[in-house]
Each structure stands twice: as structure tokens, then as C-alpha cells.
């Protein structure tokens, strides 16, 4: 399809496991973001990607939270030793660039459920 | 970036047209505004976003008052498949700093009733 893509988009974990969720975004954008929503609240920004490199990381909560973009397309978020409170939909978004004028294109998100 | 402020919810009868405000007194000279809405279980969606002057697309019309302190974002014809959240967000013209993000605030729950 031409939009961004998320995977999972339900995802059940158990407290203390690791979990990868992955974006693929609409080919040719050069920014990735990700976001976390928590019900009732609006997306809370986590990461900022300008092609392969983590241009602003400032809203990952903790180290347990890290991001990759090795070849500036794909992108994976990785959350370590998971918690009850790492629960939301993680949202992923491209930009054709990072200039501000630029419209961000939102996945569907991936649904984190941790038990 | 400068705060917005939206009523929580908002209602409206179909086929009405739906206007959602926001506030945003703190607006500097440089700044967009900028909405986007959010179907249940969905991403957020681009909607419209003006500087200065009122602007017009195939979703939506945006009126920015003069003084640029508060703006209204107007659904012309409400359907049911409106019903979403509806986040007004600004976001400064200047590359750098962190103009490249946008931050959401609660956004307005617009509700279509048949």
C-alpha cells in the first residue's frame, strides 16, 4: 500500500519481555517519527528520525526505550524489560521532510498490551 | 511552542456544518496552525493548516482571526463519519529548533448525531 505501515497492530506481552515494533513508511520520506498514545490523551512524542539518524530522541521516557532506522526506510522501536505502564498505541508517522511546512502521515499504530 | 486550548467535546447534527475552535493567544508571527483529526483506532489525520490567512481544501475551511489568537476550524456538510478528535496544533515556519514535530494537546471529541 502507499501509507505508512505498522506491525504489529496488537501486541500481548508479558511484564519484563522485550518487544519490537516496526514501521514501514511511505517510501521516498526522509523523516520518521514515533508517538505514544495513552487513552484519553493525545500522541506524546518519543523519537524524530532525518534519514538514518535519531535527530531528536529527547521524549523516549527511559533507556529501556530505544529506536533504529539503519537504512533510513524501516524503522524498529524496541522496548526492554517492558512494564505495565509501557501500555498505549505506539504510533509511527513519515514526512516527505522535516521541514516544518512538511504533512506527517500517520500509520495505524501498534496496539501494546503488557499483562 | 505556543499552548491551544479546545473545548473537550462538541456536537453536531448531520449534514450541519460542524465549527470547532481553538485558542491560541500565545502565537508568535511565525507559527502555523495547523489541525488534524483522529478516527477511532486510526492515526492521526491531516486536516488544513494556515499562517495568516483563511484557507480552503476539499476537507475543510480554517478562519484565523485577525489578530491570529484564535482560529475555527469549519466541516461544511457534518457526516457521521466525522465523528473523531479533532486536534488544532501549532507549529512554528522556522527550519531548526523543533519545528520539524508536531505536539498534540486532548484535542475535541466532535460527535455526529443522525
Known amino acids: 500500500g502507499a501509507g505508512v505501515s505498522q506491525t504489529p497492530s496488537n501486541k500481548v506481552t508479558e511484564k519484563g519481555k522485550y518487544v519490537e515494533l516496526r514501521c514501514d513508511p511511505i517510501s521516498g520520506h526522509t523523516a520518521l517519527y514515533w508517538y505514544r498514545q495513552s487513552l484519553g490523551q493525545g500522541p506524546e512524542f518519543l523519537i524524530y528520525f532525518q534519514g538514518t539518524g535519531a535527530a531528536d530522541d529527547s521524549g523516549l521516557p527511559n533507556d529501556r526505550f530505544f529506536a533504529v532506522r539503519p537504512e533510513g526506510s524501516v524503522s524498529t522501536l524496541k522496548i526492554q524489560r517492558t512494564e505495565r505502564g509501557d501500555s498505549a498505541v505506539y504510533l509511527c508517522?513519515?514526512?516527505?521532510?522535516?521541514?516544518?511546512?512538511?504533512?506527517?502521515?500517520f500509520g495505524e499504530g501498534s496496539r501494546l498490551t503488557v499483562l | 511552542d505556543a499552548k491551544t486550548t479546545q473545548p473537550t467535546s462538541m456536537d453536531c447534527a448531520e449534514g450541519r456544518a460542524a465549527n470547532l475552535p481553538c485558542n491560541h493567544s500565545?502565537?508568535?508571527?511565525?507559527?502555523?496552525v495547523y489541525w488534524y483529526r483522529q478516527i477511532h483506532s486510526q492515526g492521526p489525520q491531516y486536516i488544513i493548516h494556515g499562517l495568516k490567512n483563511n484557507e480552503t481544501n476539499e476537507m475543510a475551511s480554517l478562519i484565523i482571526t485577525e489578530d491570529r489568537k484564535s482560529s475555527t476550524l469549519i466541516l461544511p456538510h457534518a457526516t457521521l463519519r466525522d465523528t473523531a478528535v479533532y486536534y488544532c496544533i501549532v507549529r512554528g515556519v522556522n527550519s531548526g529548533g523543533s519545528n520539524y514535530k508536531l505536539t498534540f494537546g486532548k484535542g475535541t471529541l466532535l460527535t455526529v448525531n443522525p
Open positions: 508517522a513519515s514526512s516527505l521532510t522535516g521541514f516544518n511546512t512538511g504533512e506527517l502521515f
Open positions: 500565545t502565537i508568535s508571527g511565525n507559527e502555523y
